[in-house]
């Protein structure tokens, strides 16, 4: 098995998680609730490595993975459907997919309220006013409203990368600076 046979397996698995929770919710009209314990959930595995330790790591049993999981669960206040997921991925030994499933849910939710989502890298962290002004002028292009995920990469010097769906927008210096020097090199 191929890494892009491991990863198509991962992908699949998580969209199945992902579309169940999703219809279970949707149907209980809990979609807000969902996307706020998402978000909780997200900001909880970037914190703790402990967690994401616990999710793939071999060294734990599915009883402890599943005790665990379920009481972090609660703890968090996560909702019935998304707890009760949890547990049952534990149970089959998939809580290695959490994260791609997570990300998922985020895709269906956008979709369900007509929303892209626009992964932007910055040098320097965008203030709330420059998010906006950003948002805006994607959905002029794009014709939907537009969600921001940023994050920062010092490394671009400046401007930005935007990528939306398929298309990727890259106007950052570093970018800048290798185009120069490729087309430096094509002269001498």
């Not at 993975?65 to 996560?78: C, D, F, P, R, V």
């Not at 499933?101 to 420059?130: D, N, Y």
């Not at 292009?141 to 935007?162: A, F, H, M, P």
């Amino acid at each position: 098995m191929d890494v892009s046979e491991s990863a198509s397996v991962s992908s699949g698995i998580a969209e199945r998680y992902a579309t169940a929770v999703f219809g279970l919710v949707k149907e209980g009209n809990g979609l807000s609730t969902l996307e706020t314990n998402l978000d909780d959930l997200s900001a909880t595995l970037e914190s703790s490595a402990e967690l994401r330790d616990l999710l793939t790591s071999p060294v734990y049993s599915r009883d402890e993975q599943g005790a665990a999981i379920t009481a972090i669960a609660a703890k968090m206040g996560l909702m019935t459907e998304l707890k009760n997921a949890l547990g049952l991925m534990a149970q089959k030994r998939r809580l290695f997919v959490v994260p791609a499933m997570a990300a998922r849910l985020r895709e269906m939710i956008a979709a369900e309220k007509g929303e892209v989502t626009a992964e932007v890298v910055s040098a320097q962290a965008l203030t709330a006013a420059q998010s906006k002004k950003l948002a805006e002028t994607l959905k002029a292009q794009v014709g939907s409203d537009v969600k921001i995920n940023s994050t920062v990469d010092e490394s671009l010097i400046g401007g930005l990368v935007v990528k939306v769906g398929s298309r990727m927008i890259d106007t950052s210096i570093k970018a800048k600076l290798a185009s120069l020097q490729n087309a430096m090199k094509e002269v001498g």
